[in-house]
């Protein structure tokens, strides 16, 4: 399918908005986070979406934000940038490891670097830092002084 | 049998790199797997944030000591991306060069380790001599034999010298050479097919769905190269197909993860020649490079392991606010309990060795 209608179409979705064409052949969207779950299945059944390449989670102060890139493994090379906005006091979504067996790690990362957590995920723990480690060092917040001695 | 589990790691030669693999035996068949990682955790990414954009190409050095080279061209490419740089036409030929000499620097230093894995230690000697060239060639416009810092944002620091290209073809002519011989060496040796066929088979769907890319995926019959899916520099002037080889169908195993990264050198060398035919003369570094950048961008490219992803999110100050690396191998090797299962302990070296584990970039 064409970037241009496939962005189109995934715009009808619900609790979608500003989509957008970034370059040729990748799109970009935004998703609340009610609705993400429905949207990533979705985009695993209808679009062909098979790859989840990365999952960041950015710090914006006022809350988080999760971006997700999904790609089309095929000649295309498409790719889709999904935002999803978590509020600060609970960074909460859907886990989509059912989904894609690769968001399994990316998902641990974020949780162990940004404290969001998946629900559903079936082995959230930190992967990077050690067991017992406080704090989630890649949000802004974070101060290393008050950790210092422990580590 | 009473199950147990068994540590191989933090320290242990299979690991090539400081991480650990915890395996659960049922008597000598493996029934579960467990990797561990962070032994080499630096927080780049944190690191990053505080420092400028251009400072960053010390750090994207050092995610991978066997590919450093492509590391930086990713972030660099990133951030050309963020800032709207254009890099000059001769830059991307000379990027192109460099980026197939480290993958065939970094195939090669895999097929240095991956052969004493499985009891050859000549292999080592044979793979470290070969990549002694090829760093040598790197070394040529670099001064670097490690670590590089040859990208910079908006080209690359100087051009090749006069001479380079027939340097290069005595290289590759000797490389040709010698991969025959360990073609002959290898595929034929009855110790090396019985160690590698059929352990560790993976089918193409699975790997999909775990995020195994690169040469992985490729070995298992998929023509997927982000060369040509997502292309970068001159990657889109030169005539190429990406190479796939499979076990049977549909299916990878260690061997064909073998066959792989040795017709990716092939292909590398033949990328090399005509990107050195077609080089146009002109500019190497872009006339003016801002210091500050806002917005965010991301690039992936084709590392010598599989899809690197940098994704950079500015703030309009002269430092990231914050800066994702996709490493390809920490996905992979989160996919490892799915093809360790069902094995025997001795095939873990053979296994994890096939799929060119780099600690430094899956740290991060």
């Not at chain 1, 060092?137 to 580590?151: G, Q």
């Not at chain 2, 040796?189 to 088979?201: A, E, H, P, Y």
């Not at chain 2, 292309?231 to 190429?240: H, K, N, T």
Request: charged residues 25%; contains cysteine; hydrophobic residues 35%.
């Amino acid at each position: 399918m064409e970037t241009g209608k496939f962005i189109q179409q995934l715009g009808k979705h619900k609790g979608t908005s500003n989509s957008s064409a970034l370059r040729s052949n990748v799109g970009c969207i935004s998703v609340t986070r009610e609705a993400s779950p429905a949207f990533f299945t979705a985009l695993k059944e209808d679009y062909a979406f098979d790859h989840c390449s990365l999952i960041s989670a950015v710090d914006n102060q006022s809350g988080f934000e999760l971006v997700y890139h999904f790609s089309i493994i095929g000649e295309s090379g498409q790719m889709l940038e999904v935002h999803v906005d978590l509020p600060r006091d609970t960074p909460t979504i859907d886990s989509i490891t059912h989904l894609w067996g690769g968001a399994d790690w990316h998902e641990r990362e974020a949780y162990d670097l940004m404290g969001i957590y998946f629900i559903g995920h079936p082995d959230l723990k930190r992967v990077l830092l050690p067991d017992g480690f406080a704090g989630h060092p890649l949000r802004k917040d974070y101060v290393y002084e008050i950790h210092e001695e422990e580590w | 049998m009473a199950e147990m589990w068994i540590h191989m790691g933090p320290q242990h030669p299979m690991t090539h790199g400081l991480w650990n693999l915890r395996i659960k035996v049922d008597g000598e068949t493996i029934t579960d797997a467990v990797p561990e990682l962070g032994y080499l955790h630096r927080s780049v990414e944190k690191i990053g944030e505080r420092r400028k954009y251009f400072m960053n190409t010390t750090l994207t050095d050092r995610l991978c000591y066997a590919s450093a080279m492509t590391w930086t061209h990713c972030y660099c490419l990133t951030v050309e991306e963020l800032m709207g740089v254009e890099t000059p036409q001769r830059a991307k030929y000379i990027r192109t060069i460099v980026l197939e000499l480290q993958r065939i620097a970094s195939h090669l230093m895999w097929l240095g380790a991956y052969l004493p894995d499985l009891g050859l230690i000549t292999g080592f000697l044979y793979g470290m001599r070969d990549r002694e060239m090829f760093l040598n060639l790197l070394e040529i416009p670099s001064g670097g034999r490690l670590l590089y810092n040859y990208v910079k944002i908006g080209g690359v620091k100087r051009d090749l010298p006069p001479g380079f290209a027939a340097k290069a073809e005595r290289v590759m002519q000797t490389l040709e050479k010698r991969l025959k011989e360990y073609e002959d060496l290898y595929d034929n040796s009855k110790i090396f097919r019985m160690r590698t066929d059929d352990v560790g088979c993976y089918s193409a769907s699975d790997a999909i769905n775990w995020g195994i890319t690169g040469p992985n995926l490729r070995s298992a019959g998929v023509a997927f190269d982000l060369r040509q899916a997502d292309s970068y520099d001159a990657y889109p002037e030169l005539d190429f197909t990406p190479v796939t080889t499979s076990a049977s169908d549909g299916i990878s195993d260690c061997f064909s993860r073998y066959r792989q990264r040795i017709d990716e050198m092939y292909q590398s060398m033949d990328l090399i020649r005509q990107a050195l035919a077609k080089m146009p003369e002109g500019k190497v570094m872009a006339d003016s490079v801002p210091v500050r950048a806002s917005g965010e961008a991301f690039r992936r490219t084709e590392d010598s392991r599989g899809e690197a992803l940098m994704y950079l999110v500015g703030d309009g100050t002269d430092r990231p606010y914050r800066w994702k690396i996709r490493s390809p191998m920490f996905t992979t090797v989160s996919a490892s309990p799915h093809f360790l299962k069902g094995y025997k302990v001795a095939d873990v070296p053979a296994i994890m060795g096939s799929i060119d584990m780099c600690i430094g970039e899956t740290d991060k």
